[in-house]
Protein backbone atom coordinates (compact mmCIF):
# COMPACT_ATOMS: atom_id res chain seq x y z
CA UNK A 1 0.00 0.00 0.00
CA UNK A 2 1.44 3.45 -1.12
CA UNK A 3 0.91 6.55 0.60
CA UNK A 4 -1.49 7.13 -2.31
CA UNK A 5 -3.96 4.01 -1.79
CA UNK A 6 -3.60 4.34 1.86
CA UNK A 7 -5.04 8.32 1.95
CA UNK A 8 -8.16 6.79 -0.62
CA UNK A 9 -8.75 4.07 1.85
CA UNK A 10 -8.77 6.36 4.53
CA UNK A 11 -11.21 8.82 2.67
CA UNK A 12 -13.21 6.15 2.20
CA UNK A 13 -13.45 4.99 5.64
CA UNK A 14 -14.53 8.05 7.05
CA UNK A 15 -16.79 9.16 4.50
CA UNK A 16 -18.45 5.97 4.89
CA UNK A 17 -18.29 7.25 9.03
CA UNK A 18 -20.07 10.18 7.76
CA UNK A 19 -22.44 9.12 5.47
CA UNK A 20 -23.88 5.45 6.35
CA UNK A 21 -26.69 5.69 4.31
CA UNK A 22 -24.62 6.34 1.09
CA UNK A 23 -22.11 4.14 2.03
CA UNK A 24 -24.49 1.04 2.75
CA UNK A 25 -26.09 2.12 -1.14
CA UNK A 26 -22.36 1.85 -2.67
CA UNK A 27 -22.01 -1.65 -0.48
CA UNK A 28 -18.95 -0.24 1.42
CA UNK A 29 -17.93 -2.70 3.42
CA UNK A 30 -17.03 -2.09 7.14
CA UNK A 31 -15.53 -3.92 9.84
CA UNK A 32 -18.33 -3.28 12.33
CA UNK A 33 -21.19 -1.22 11.16
CA UNK A 34 -21.20 2.32 12.99
CA UNK A 35 -24.23 4.60 13.47
CA UNK A 36 -27.30 3.81 10.81
CA UNK A 37 -27.83 7.82 10.60
CA UNK A 38 -26.22 10.67 8.37
CA UNK A 39 -26.50 13.95 9.16
CA UNK A 40 -28.23 15.81 6.65
CA UNK A 41 -28.73 18.94 8.37
CA UNK A 42 -25.71 21.59 7.78
CA UNK A 43 -23.71 20.18 10.23
CA UNK A 44 -23.21 17.14 8.61
CA UNK A 45 -22.75 19.01 5.30
CA UNK A 46 -19.88 21.12 6.54
CA UNK A 47 -18.02 18.29 8.11
CA UNK A 48 -18.42 16.31 4.66
CA UNK A 49 -17.19 19.61 2.80
CA UNK A 50 -14.11 19.54 5.45
CA UNK A 51 -13.00 15.92 4.77
CA UNK A 52 -12.93 16.14 1.00
CA UNK A 53 -10.84 19.47 1.51
CA UNK A 54 -8.00 18.07 3.99
CA UNK A 55 -8.19 14.65 1.34
CA UNK A 56 -7.42 17.13 -1.14
CA UNK A 57 -4.38 18.89 0.96
CA UNK A 58 -2.66 16.12 1.93
CA UNK A 59 -3.10 14.37 -1.55
CA UNK A 60 -1.40 17.75 -2.91
CA UNK A 61 1.91 16.74 -0.93
CA UNK A 62 2.26 12.83 -2.67
CA UNK A 63 3.98 12.07 -5.58
CA UNK A 64 2.88 8.60 -7.34
CA UNK A 65 5.23 6.06 -7.14
CA UNK A 66 3.91 4.19 -10.02
CA UNK A 67 1.36 4.13 -13.03
CA UNK A 68 -1.13 2.82 -10.78
CA UNK A 69 -0.45 5.27 -8.10
CA UNK A 70 -1.17 7.79 -11.01
CA UNK A 71 -4.47 6.60 -11.83
CA UNK A 72 -5.44 6.46 -8.47
CA UNK A 73 -4.46 10.13 -7.49
CA UNK A 74 -5.86 11.05 -10.74
CA UNK A 75 -9.15 9.62 -9.96
CA UNK A 76 -9.59 11.01 -6.20
CA UNK A 77 -8.40 14.79 -7.03
CA UNK A 78 -10.74 14.95 -9.82
CA UNK A 79 -13.54 13.17 -8.28
CA UNK A 80 -12.61 15.71 -4.71
CA UNK A 81 -12.44 18.57 -6.85
CA UNK A 82 -15.71 18.20 -8.32
CA UNK A 83 -17.15 17.28 -5.16
CA UNK A 84 -15.98 20.19 -3.37
CA UNK A 85 -17.09 22.46 -5.80
CA UNK A 86 -20.73 21.05 -5.77
CA UNK A 87 -20.45 21.91 -2.13
CA UNK A 88 -19.10 26.00 -2.80
CA UNK A 89 -21.76 26.60 -4.53
CA UNK A 90 -24.23 26.18 -1.81
CA UNK A 91 -25.72 22.52 -3.62
CA UNK A 92 -26.22 20.75 0.03
CA UNK A 93 -28.65 23.24 1.29
CA UNK A 94 -31.16 22.82 -1.79
CA UNK A 95 -30.97 18.95 -2.24
CA UNK A 96 -34.28 18.50 -3.38
CA UNK A 97 -35.08 16.34 -6.23
CA UNK A 98 -37.19 13.38 -7.68
CA UNK A 99 -37.19 10.69 -7.87
CA UNK A 100 -33.77 9.91 -7.52
CA UNK A 101 -33.04 11.72 -4.38
CA UNK A 102 -32.81 11.69 -0.61
CA UNK A 103 -36.03 9.91 -0.13
CA UNK A 104 -35.77 7.48 -2.86
CA UNK A 105 -31.95 6.72 -1.24
CA UNK A 106 -33.28 6.12 2.09
CA UNK A 107 -35.77 3.59 1.27
CA UNK A 108 -33.67 1.94 -1.39
CA UNK A 109 -30.48 1.93 1.06
CA UNK A 110 -32.75 0.43 3.60
CA UNK A 111 -34.17 -2.27 1.28
CA UNK A 112 -30.29 -3.56 0.41
CA UNK A 113 -29.53 -3.80 4.16
CA UNK A 114 -28.93 -7.61 4.99
CA UNK A 115 -30.79 -9.81 7.03
CA UNK A 116 -29.91 -12.31 7.61
CA UNK A 117 -29.45 -12.90 11.02
CA UNK A 118 -31.02 -10.66 14.34
CA UNK A 119 -27.47 -8.38 14.36
CA UNK A 120 -28.77 -7.56 10.75
CA UNK A 121 -32.35 -7.16 11.83
CA UNK A 122 -31.36 -4.85 14.76
CA UNK A 123 -29.37 -2.33 12.61
CA UNK A 124 -31.84 -2.36 9.94
CA UNK A 125 -34.25 -1.15 12.80
CA UNK A 126 -32.34 1.63 13.65
CA UNK A 127 -31.99 2.77 11.06
CA UNK A 128 -35.76 2.67 10.26
CA UNK A 129 -35.90 4.77 13.63
CA UNK A 130 -33.03 7.09 12.40
CA UNK A 131 -35.51 8.49 9.51
CA UNK A 132 -37.04 11.26 11.38
CA UNK A 133 -33.69 12.79 12.51
CA UNK A 134 -32.08 12.40 9.19
CA UNK A 135 -35.22 13.96 7.66
CA UNK A 136 -35.35 17.04 10.47
CA UNK A 137 -31.84 17.30 8.82
CA UNK A 138 -32.75 17.60 5.50
CA UNK A 139 -35.64 20.15 6.69
CA UNK A 140 -32.74 21.91 8.58
CA UNK A 141 -30.79 22.38 5.57
CA UNK A 142 -33.25 23.24 3.18
CA UNK A 143 -34.83 25.91 5.99
CA UNK A 144 -30.97 27.32 5.81
CA UNK A 145 -30.55 27.53 2.31
CA UNK A 146 -33.78 30.10 1.89
CA UNK A 147 -32.37 32.16 4.25
CA UNK A 148 -29.66 32.03 2.09
CA UNK A 149 -31.26 32.52 -0.74
CA UNK A 150 -30.37 29.17 -2.16
CA UNK A 151 -33.88 27.83 -3.06
CA UNK A 152 -34.64 24.44 -5.19
CA UNK A 153 -37.19 24.57 -7.77
CA UNK A 154 -41.02 24.90 -6.69
CA UNK A 155 -41.74 22.12 -8.96
CA UNK A 156 -39.57 19.27 -7.70
CA UNK A 157 -40.44 20.27 -3.86
CA UNK A 158 -43.80 19.79 -4.98
CA UNK A 159 -42.73 16.20 -6.65
CA UNK A 160 -40.66 15.52 -3.51
CA UNK A 161 -43.65 16.45 -1.24
CA UNK A 162 -45.65 13.61 -3.13
CA UNK A 163 -42.70 10.73 -3.09
CA UNK A 164 -42.62 11.21 0.81
CA UNK A 165 -46.56 10.61 0.98
CA UNK A 166 -45.65 7.34 -1.61
CA UNK A 167 -43.47 6.07 0.39
CA UNK A 168 -45.70 5.38 3.66
CA UNK A 169 -46.11 1.53 3.77
CA UNK A 170 -42.65 1.16 1.27
CA UNK A 171 -41.41 -0.79 3.93
CA UNK A 172 -44.15 -2.89 4.97
CA UNK A 173 -42.71 -6.11 3.07
CA UNK A 174 -39.51 -5.84 5.18
CA UNK A 175 -41.41 -6.04 8.02
CA UNK A 176 -43.73 -8.81 6.81
CA UNK A 177 -39.84 -10.82 5.88
CA UNK A 178 -39.16 -10.45 9.60
CA UNK A 179 -42.69 -11.68 10.64
CA UNK A 180 -43.07 -12.07 14.23
CA UNK A 181 -39.54 -12.54 15.41
CA UNK A 182 -37.75 -11.01 18.05
CA UNK A 183 -37.81 -7.21 16.87
CA UNK A 184 -41.31 -7.25 15.56
CA UNK A 185 -42.12 -4.81 17.87
CA UNK A 186 -39.29 -2.96 17.45
CA UNK A 187 -39.46 -2.57 13.46
CA UNK A 188 -43.37 -2.05 13.54
CA UNK A 189 -42.69 1.06 16.19
CA UNK A 190 -39.66 2.34 13.92
CA UNK A 191 -41.39 1.91 10.67
CA UNK A 192 -44.46 3.94 11.88
CA UNK A 193 -42.53 6.49 13.71
CA UNK A 194 -40.47 6.92 9.48
CA UNK A 195 -43.94 6.84 7.84
CA UNK A 196 -45.16 9.82 10.34
CA UNK A 197 -41.80 11.91 9.21
CA UNK A 198 -42.10 11.26 5.42
CA UNK A 199 -45.76 12.66 5.88
CA UNK A 200 -44.23 15.68 7.86
CA UNK A 201 -41.58 16.36 5.27
CA UNK A 202 -44.57 16.33 2.76
CA UNK A 203 -46.34 18.88 4.75
CA UNK A 204 -43.56 20.68 5.24
CA UNK A 205 -42.32 21.32 1.21
CA UNK A 206 -45.55 22.08 0.79
CA UNK A 207 -46.82 24.79 2.83
CA UNK A 208 -43.15 25.65 4.32
CA UNK A 209 -40.95 25.52 1.30
CA UNK A 210 -42.62 25.66 -2.25
CA UNK A 211 -44.24 29.19 -1.59
CA UNK A 212 -40.18 30.13 -0.89
CA UNK A 213 -38.78 28.24 -4.09
CA UNK A 214 -37.53 28.87 -7.07
CA UNK A 215 -40.27 29.45 -10.00
CA UNK A 216 -38.06 28.10 -12.79
CA UNK A 217 -36.75 24.69 -13.48
CA UNK A 218 -33.24 25.33 -14.79
CA UNK A 219 -30.42 26.21 -12.95
CA UNK A 220 -28.25 28.45 -14.62
CA UNK A 221 -24.86 28.56 -16.27
CA UNK A 222 -22.81 28.47 -13.46
CA UNK A 223 -24.50 25.32 -11.43
CA UNK A 224 -24.92 23.99 -14.54
CA UNK A 225 -21.10 24.21 -15.29
CA UNK A 226 -20.69 22.45 -11.70
CA UNK A 227 -23.02 19.79 -12.00
CA UNK A 228 -22.09 18.74 -15.54
CA UNK A 229 -18.17 18.38 -13.97
CA UNK A 230 -19.25 15.86 -11.28
CA UNK A 231 -21.78 14.06 -13.76
CA UNK A 232 -19.12 13.72 -17.02
CA UNK A 233 -15.72 14.51 -15.63
CA UNK A 234 -15.09 16.83 -17.91
CA UNK A 235 -15.72 20.57 -18.86
CA UNK A 236 -18.76 20.69 -21.17
CA UNK A 237 -19.01 22.53 -24.37
CA UNK A 238 -22.37 23.06 -23.69
CA UNK A 239 -23.76 24.73 -26.56
CA UNK A 240 -21.45 22.07 -28.50
CA UNK A 241 -23.24 19.23 -27.03
CA UNK A 242 -26.84 21.04 -27.90
CA UNK A 243 -26.34 21.48 -31.48
CA UNK A 244 -24.25 18.01 -31.78
CA UNK A 245 -27.59 16.32 -29.22
CA UNK A 246 -30.23 17.22 -32.42
CA UNK A 247 -28.20 15.47 -34.61
CA UNK A 248 -27.92 12.88 -32.86
CA UNK A 249 -31.30 12.52 -32.13
CA UNK A 250 -32.34 12.88 -36.22
CA UNK A 251 -29.78 10.24 -37.01
CA UNK A 252 -31.42 7.85 -34.79
CA UNK A 253 -35.02 8.72 -36.06
CA UNK A 254 -33.92 7.98 -39.57
CA UNK A 255 -33.04 4.45 -38.25
CA UNK A 256 -35.68 3.95 -36.67
CA UNK A 257 -37.96 4.66 -39.41
CA UNK A 258 -35.88 1.88 -41.70
CA UNK A 259 -35.90 -0.55 -38.67
CA UNK A 260 -39.80 0.12 -38.31
CA UNK A 261 -40.17 -1.53 -41.83
CA UNK A 262 -38.73 -4.90 -40.04
CA UNK A 263 -41.52 -4.92 -38.36
CA UNK A 264 -44.33 -4.30 -41.05
CA UNK A 265 -43.78 -3.11 -44.64
CA UNK A 266 -45.07 0.13 -44.83
CA UNK A 267 -45.14 0.67 -41.59
CA UNK A 268 -44.58 4.06 -39.48
CA UNK A 269 -42.65 3.67 -36.38
CA UNK A 270 -45.93 4.29 -34.34
CA UNK A 271 -47.29 2.04 -36.27
CA UNK A 272 -44.75 -0.74 -35.82
CA UNK A 273 -44.54 -0.03 -31.97
CA UNK A 274 -48.54 -0.49 -32.26
CA UNK A 275 -47.64 -4.12 -33.62
CA UNK A 276 -45.00 -5.21 -30.88
CA UNK A 277 -47.46 -3.68 -27.96
CA UNK A 278 -49.74 -6.45 -29.35
CA UNK A 279 -46.96 -9.23 -29.97
CA UNK A 280 -44.63 -8.66 -28.08
CA UNK A 281 -45.82 -8.28 -24.31
CA UNK A 282 -46.16 -10.59 -21.48
CA UNK A 283 -49.16 -10.67 -19.21
CA UNK A 284 -48.68 -10.02 -14.89
CA UNK A 285 -45.88 -9.84 -12.83
CA UNK A 286 -44.53 -13.69 -12.93
CA UNK A 287 -44.39 -13.92 -16.57
CA UNK A 288 -42.29 -10.48 -17.00
CA UNK A 289 -39.99 -11.48 -14.18
CA UNK A 290 -39.44 -15.01 -15.73
CA UNK A 291 -38.88 -13.08 -18.57
CA UNK A 292 -35.54 -10.81 -17.46
CA UNK A 293 -34.67 -13.81 -15.64
CA UNK A 294 -34.10 -15.74 -18.33
CA UNK A 295 -32.71 -13.03 -20.72
CA UNK A 296 -29.81 -11.95 -18.16
CA UNK A 297 -28.63 -15.20 -17.74
CA UNK A 298 -29.23 -16.18 -21.88
CA UNK A 299 -26.91 -12.76 -22.15
CA UNK A 300 -24.60 -14.27 -19.61
CA UNK A 301 -23.91 -17.42 -21.37
CA UNK A 302 -23.97 -16.59 -24.76
CA UNK A 303 -20.86 -13.40 -23.72
CA UNK A 304 -18.63 -15.43 -21.24
CA UNK A 305 -15.29 -16.45 -23.30
CA UNK A 306 -16.45 -15.10 -26.32
CA UNK A 307 -16.22 -11.32 -25.92
CA UNK A 308 -15.15 -11.08 -22.52
CA UNK A 309 -14.71 -13.20 -19.35
CA UNK A 310 -16.99 -13.25 -16.98
CA UNK A 311 -15.40 -14.32 -13.06
CA UNK A 312 -17.91 -16.53 -11.55
CA UNK A 313 -18.60 -14.82 -8.45
CA UNK A 314 -20.34 -12.07 -11.20
CA UNK A 315 -22.81 -14.62 -12.03
CA UNK A 316 -24.48 -13.82 -9.28
CA UNK A 317 -26.68 -10.72 -10.12
CA UNK A 318 -30.10 -10.33 -8.20
CA UNK A 319 -32.86 -9.75 -10.99
CA UNK A 320 -35.59 -7.70 -8.76
CA UNK A 321 -38.97 -6.05 -9.38
CA UNK A 322 -39.24 -2.32 -8.09
CA UNK A 323 -42.97 -2.27 -7.32
CA UNK A 324 -42.72 1.07 -5.41
CA UNK A 325 -39.95 2.98 -7.17
CA UNK A 326 -41.61 5.71 -9.29
CA UNK A 327 -38.46 6.31 -10.95
CA UNK A 328 -40.70 4.47 -14.42
CA UNK A 329 -36.78 3.59 -15.65
CA UNK A 330 -34.68 0.45 -14.11
CA UNK A 331 -31.59 0.87 -12.54
CA UNK A 332 -28.87 -0.88 -10.85
CA UNK A 333 -27.77 -1.53 -7.49
CA UNK A 334 -24.22 -2.46 -7.11
CA UNK A 335 -22.55 -5.30 -5.12
CA UNK A 336 -21.12 -5.05 -1.72
CA UNK A 337 -17.26 -4.61 -1.45
CA UNK A 338 -17.26 -8.41 -0.20
CA UNK A 339 -19.79 -9.31 -2.87
CA UNK A 340 -21.85 -10.77 0.27
CA UNK A 341 -24.70 -8.42 -1.48
CA UNK A 342 -24.81 -9.33 -4.83
CA UNK A 343 -25.61 -6.70 -7.97
CA UNK A 344 -28.79 -6.44 -8.53
CA UNK A 345 -31.07 -5.05 -11.43
CA UNK A 346 -34.36 -2.89 -10.52
CA UNK A 347 -37.28 -3.39 -12.93
CA UNK A 348 -40.41 -0.91 -12.06
CA UNK A 349 -43.95 -1.97 -12.44
CA UNK A 350 -45.54 1.10 -12.25
CA UNK A 351 -48.94 -0.36 -12.53
CA UNK A 352 -48.59 -2.21 -14.78
CA UNK A 353 -50.16 -5.87 -16.12
CA UNK A 354 -48.80 -5.79 -19.21
CA UNK A 355 -45.20 -5.67 -19.57
CA UNK A 356 -44.17 -4.54 -23.37
CA UNK A 357 -40.85 -6.90 -23.38
CA UNK A 358 -40.02 -6.51 -26.99
CA UNK A 359 -38.19 -2.57 -25.94
CA UNK A 360 -36.62 -4.08 -22.89
CA UNK A 361 -34.23 -6.05 -23.89
CA UNK A 362 -31.49 -3.32 -24.84
CA UNK A 363 -32.39 -2.36 -20.95
CA UNK A 364 -30.88 -6.04 -20.25
CA UNK A 365 -27.72 -5.14 -21.69
CA UNK A 366 -27.62 -1.80 -20.41
CA UNK A 367 -27.98 -2.72 -16.66
CA UNK A 368 -26.72 -5.88 -15.93
CA UNK A 369 -24.37 -8.08 -18.78
CA UNK A 370 -22.12 -6.74 -20.67
CA UNK A 371 -23.35 -2.95 -19.45
CA UNK A 372 -22.76 -2.28 -15.55
CA UNK A 373 -22.99 -5.41 -13.84
CA UNK A 374 -19.89 -6.11 -15.40
CA UNK A 375 -18.10 -2.76 -15.26
CA UNK A 376 -18.61 -2.31 -11.53
CA UNK A 377 -18.20 -6.25 -11.04
CA UNK A 378 -14.85 -6.05 -11.76
CA UNK A 379 -13.70 -3.55 -9.81
CA UNK A 380 -15.24 -5.24 -6.95
CA UNK A 381 -13.09 -7.98 -7.77
CA UNK A 382 -9.81 -6.13 -8.97
CA UNK A 383 -8.31 -5.96 -5.59
CA UNK A 384 -5.09 -4.35 -4.18
CA UNK A 385 -4.28 -3.53 -8.44
CA UNK A 386 -6.74 -0.37 -8.04
CA UNK A 387 -7.42 2.09 -4.69
CA UNK A 388 -10.02 1.45 -2.85
CA UNK A 389 -11.20 5.21 -3.71
CA UNK A 390 -11.29 3.72 -7.51
CA UNK A 391 -13.41 0.31 -6.75
CA UNK A 392 -16.24 2.60 -4.95
CA UNK A 393 -16.95 6.07 -6.13
CA UNK A 394 -17.08 6.19 -10.23
CA UNK A 395 -18.03 8.89 -12.64
CA UNK A 396 -21.58 9.18 -14.21
CA UNK A 397 -20.23 10.00 -17.39
CA UNK A 398 -17.83 6.81 -17.27
CA UNK A 399 -20.30 4.07 -16.16
CA UNK A 400 -23.68 5.25 -17.95
CA UNK A 401 -21.22 5.67 -20.67
CA UNK A 402 -20.57 2.49 -20.90
CA UNK A 403 -23.94 1.35 -19.99
CA UNK A 404 -24.78 2.67 -23.36
CA UNK A 405 -22.36 1.43 -24.99
CA UNK A 406 -22.99 -1.82 -24.25
CA UNK A 407 -26.20 -2.02 -25.83
CA UNK A 408 -24.41 -0.44 -28.83
CA UNK A 409 -21.71 -2.97 -28.88
CA UNK A 410 -24.84 -5.80 -28.68
CA UNK A 411 -26.21 -4.26 -31.53
CA UNK A 412 -22.94 -4.17 -33.56
CA UNK A 413 -22.68 -8.24 -32.04
CA UNK A 414 -26.00 -8.98 -33.84
CA UNK A 415 -27.94 -9.68 -30.50
CA UNK A 416 -31.24 -7.93 -31.03
CA UNK A 417 -32.40 -11.15 -33.12
CA UNK A 418 -36.23 -10.78 -31.69
CA UNK A 419 -38.63 -8.91 -33.67
CA UNK A 420 -38.64 -5.50 -32.64
CA UNK A 421 -35.94 -5.58 -30.20
CA UNK A 422 -33.56 -3.27 -32.07
CA UNK A 423 -36.44 -0.53 -32.67
CA UNK A 424 -36.73 -1.21 -28.64
CA UNK A 425 -32.92 -0.03 -28.53
CA UNK A 426 -33.37 2.61 -30.82
CA UNK A 427 -35.85 4.01 -29.17
CA UNK A 428 -34.13 3.79 -25.81
CA UNK A 429 -30.71 5.76 -27.86
CA UNK A 430 -33.21 8.56 -29.01
CA UNK A 431 -34.28 9.31 -25.45
CA UNK A 432 -30.79 9.40 -24.47
CA UNK A 433 -29.90 12.01 -27.35
CA UNK A 434 -33.17 13.78 -26.58
CA UNK A 435 -31.83 13.87 -23.13
CA UNK A 436 -28.98 16.17 -23.90
CA UNK A 437 -31.11 18.56 -25.69
CA UNK A 438 -33.68 18.76 -22.79
CA UNK A 439 -31.33 19.01 -19.88
CA UNK A 440 -28.72 21.49 -21.69
CA UNK A 441 -32.12 23.26 -23.34
CA UNK A 442 -33.90 24.02 -20.14
CA UNK A 443 -31.16 24.25 -17.57
CA UNK A 444 -29.18 27.10 -20.05
CA UNK A 445 -32.25 28.35 -22.16
CA UNK A 446 -31.31 27.81 -25.20
CA UNK A 447 -33.60 28.17 -28.03
CA UNK A 448 -35.44 25.13 -29.44
CA UNK A 449 -34.69 24.79 -33.44
CA UNK A 450 -37.74 26.91 -33.87
CA UNK A 451 -36.62 29.72 -31.82
CA UNK A 452 -39.22 28.75 -28.72
CA UNK A 453 -37.90 28.05 -25.56
CA UNK A 454 -38.44 24.79 -22.99
CA UNK A 455 -40.82 24.03 -20.68
CA UNK A 456 -41.73 21.32 -18.89
CA UNK A 457 -44.73 20.16 -21.35
CA UNK A 458 -42.51 20.97 -24.39
CA UNK A 459 -40.20 18.52 -22.65
CA UNK A 460 -42.45 16.23 -22.00
CA UNK A 461 -43.46 16.45 -26.17
CA UNK A 462 -40.06 16.16 -27.36
CA UNK A 463 -40.05 12.82 -25.69
CA UNK A 464 -43.07 11.52 -26.73
CA UNK A 465 -42.89 12.65 -29.84
CA UNK A 466 -39.03 12.20 -31.22
CA UNK A 467 -38.09 9.62 -28.68
CA UNK A 468 -41.59 7.84 -28.43
CA UNK A 469 -41.45 7.46 -24.86
CA UNK A 470 -44.56 6.01 -22.96
CA UNK A 471 -46.59 7.69 -21.26
CA UNK A 472 -45.71 6.65 -17.75
CA UNK A 473 -42.39 7.58 -17.92
CA UNK A 474 -43.12 10.96 -19.20
CA UNK A 475 -43.40 13.03 -16.46
CA UNK A 476 -40.95 10.95 -14.11
CA UNK A 477 -38.65 11.54 -16.83
CA UNK A 478 -38.18 15.01 -17.36
CA UNK A 479 -38.71 15.31 -13.21
CA UNK A 480 -35.62 14.02 -12.80
CA UNK A 481 -33.51 15.62 -15.95
CA UNK A 482 -34.60 19.44 -14.21
CA UNK A 483 -34.23 17.68 -10.68
CA UNK A 484 -30.64 16.59 -11.37
CA UNK A 485 -29.29 18.77 -13.48
CA UNK A 486 -26.29 17.12 -16.46
CA UNK A 487 -26.60 13.67 -15.18
CA UNK A 488 -29.11 13.01 -17.78
CA UNK A 489 -26.45 13.70 -20.46
CA UNK A 490 -23.86 11.24 -19.34
CA UNK A 491 -25.82 8.68 -21.09
CA UNK A 492 -24.55 10.05 -24.58
CA UNK A 493 -22.27 11.77 -24.29
CA UNK A 494 -20.49 8.88 -22.34
CA UNK A 495 -20.85 7.07 -25.34
CA UNK A 496 -19.46 9.14 -27.35
CA UNK A 497 -16.53 9.31 -25.35
CA UNK A 498 -16.63 5.24 -25.46
CA UNK A 499 -16.33 5.41 -28.72
CA UNK A 500 -13.80 7.75 -29.96
CA UNK A 501 -11.08 6.35 -27.60
CA UNK A 502 -12.10 2.86 -29.16
CA UNK A 503 -11.94 4.37 -32.81
CA UNK A 504 -8.49 5.71 -31.79
CA UNK A 505 -7.42 2.71 -30.14
CA UNK A 506 -8.98 0.28 -33.39
CA UNK A 507 -6.72 2.50 -35.72
CA UNK A 508 -2.86 0.82 -33.97
CA UNK A 509 -1.86 -2.58 -35.06
CA UNK A 510 -2.54 -5.67 -33.81
CA UNK A 511 -5.67 -4.29 -31.99
CA UNK A 512 -8.42 -6.42 -30.35
CA UNK A 513 -11.18 -5.59 -29.10
CA UNK A 514 -11.77 -8.23 -26.48
CA UNK A 515 -8.21 -6.68 -25.17
CA UNK A 516 -8.78 -3.42 -25.34
CA UNK A 517 -12.44 -4.43 -23.45
CA UNK A 518 -10.42 -5.77 -20.47
CA UNK A 519 -8.01 -3.27 -20.32
CA UNK A 520 -11.03 -0.76 -20.35
CA UNK A 521 -12.22 -2.34 -17.31
CA UNK A 522 -9.32 -3.06 -15.71
CA UNK A 523 -8.30 0.34 -15.45
CA UNK A 524 -11.76 1.73 -13.60
CA UNK A 525 -13.43 4.64 -13.79
CA UNK A 526 -12.18 8.01 -14.57
CA UNK A 527 -13.31 11.51 -16.54
CA UNK A 528 -14.44 11.58 -19.51
CA UNK A 529 -11.49 14.07 -20.12
CA UNK A 530 -9.01 10.95 -19.25
CA UNK A 531 -11.10 8.29 -21.17
CA UNK A 532 -9.31 8.58 -24.47
CA UNK A 533 -5.64 9.35 -23.30
CA UNK A 534 -5.77 5.95 -21.39
CA UNK A 535 -7.42 4.08 -23.82
CA UNK A 536 -7.57 5.76 -27.01
Known sequence: M????????EYVRRAAELDPVDAGFLGVSVPEPGGAATDFGPDGHAARHELITSTLTRLAGLTPESPDDRLAAEHLRERLE???????????????????????????STE?????????????????????????????????????GLPAARRQALALAGQAEDTVGAHDRLLAEHGDGPLAGELASAAAAAYR?????????REDYAPKAAGADGVGAERYRVEARLSLGMALDAEEAYHWGWDELARIE?????????????????????????????????????WLLAKHEQTMNDLDGAHFDIPPPLRALAVRLARDSSSGSPYYTEPSEDLSRPGGTWWPVAGRRR??????????????????????????????????????????????????????LADELGWFTEP??????????????????????????LPLPDGSRWTFDT?????????????????????????????AISYKLGERAWLAARETASRRPGFDLKRWHTKALDLGPMGLDRLAAELG
Open 2 to 9: TQIFDLCD
Open 82 to 108: AQRAWHEIGEPLRMVRVPFGLVNKLRV
Open 112 to 148: LLPRRNESDWRYLAARLAAVPGMLTGLRQSLTLGLSR
Open 197 to 205: SYQDLARYL
Open 254 to 290: AEMAAEAQQVKAGATVDEAIEILDATGSVDGEDAYLA
Open 355 to 408: FAVWNELTAVFHEGIPGHHLQIGAMRLAGDRVSRFTRVYAVDGYTEGWGLYAER
Open 420 to 445: GSRLGMLIGAARRAARVVIDIGAHLD
Open 459 to 487: ARDVLRDRARTADRRLTPEVLRYFGWPAQ
